[in-house]
């Protein structure tokens, strides 16, 4: 962190495939003030270097993927200990015919096209498979053929549940760039404030599979200004 006339900033890891910003935007600012970022300044490699001079036996461990804290896991099998699945019917966007079943609409994404179960030639035009729509009020798991699929796409969204660390910045509308999720590159936004908790968040550029529930982080080059978590995605 830095801080500039006595106000905190979070700024990106030098090592941008690293990078942990998008995980800590929701850190309070008098938190932040006092954390430190050991290796924020280092790339993996150059820590691993470090292990390895200081005989470290992690300096060639292999790095953490998925849920780092659990370890490798089945994750459909993992979460079933602890969310009661509920099956229901696959069907497709665009006719409402029933193409398959889905296992519980907690083990999907949208964009997914892995572990669906149907198969392209048998169901419609040989193309792939992916997930468009879950509507969990009825158990249904909508998926379209294609990974261009326009209803993959989206213009915008709505966030709420903000934090920023300047609070100043969050009463303006303006122009910055955005993560949706965390391996994603920076995306050119306008940002609005909309409401005491709520800003619209309009793409430059469509973007593909926006998930309601997931982070929008907003940066201003290398500085992350905050963001909320999105609760609606328009076209």
Same mark, same amino acid.
């Given at each position: ?16 495939? !690293? ?24 790339? !993996? ?25 659990i370890g490798e896991r089945n994750f459909r099998q993992f979460l079933s ?52 729509? !879950? ?21 915008g969204l709505i966030a709420h549940g903000l934090h920023f660390f300047d ?16 391996r994603q590159g920076d995306q050119g936004v306008r940002v609005t404030r ?42």
């Amino acid at each position: 962190s830095d801080a500039p006339q006595g106000k905190p900033r979070l700024l990106r890891g030098v090592d941008p495939g !690293k990078d942990q910003s998008y995980f800590l935007y929701e850190v309070p600012a008098a938190a932040l003030d006092r954390a430190l970022f050991p290796v924020g300044g280092m790339t !993996k490699a150059q820590v691993r270097a470090l292990a390895a001079q200081e005989g470290l036996v992690t300096a060639g461990k292999r790095d953490s993927t998925g849920i780092c804290f659990i370890g490798e896991r089945n994750f459909r099998q993992f979460l079933s200990q602890y969310l009661p699945a509920q099956p229901g019917q696959m069907l497709d966007f665009h006719t409402g015919r029933v193409v398959g079943q889905h296992m519980g609409l907690m083990y999907y994404t949208l964009g997914q096209r892995r572990g669906l179960g149907i198969g392209g030639d048998a169901q419609g035009d040989g193309r792939r498979w992916f997930v468009i729509r !879950k509507d969990l009020e009825r158990n249904i798991l909508y998926v379209a053929q294609g990974e261009d699929a326009p209803e993959l796409y989206s213009g915008g969204l709505i966030a709420h549940g903000l934090h920023f660390f300047d609070p100043d910045e969050a009463r303006k509308s303006f122009a910055c760039t955005a993560k949706f999720r965390y391996r994603q590159g920076d995306q050119g936004v306008r940002v609005t404030r909309t409401g005491p908790d709520e800003i619209r968040v309009e793409f430059e550029t469509r973007q593909r599979a926006v998930t309601p529930g997931q982070s929008v982080v907003l940066y201003d080059g290398e500085v992350c200004l905050g963001g909320g978590v999105i609760d609606q995605v328009l076209d």
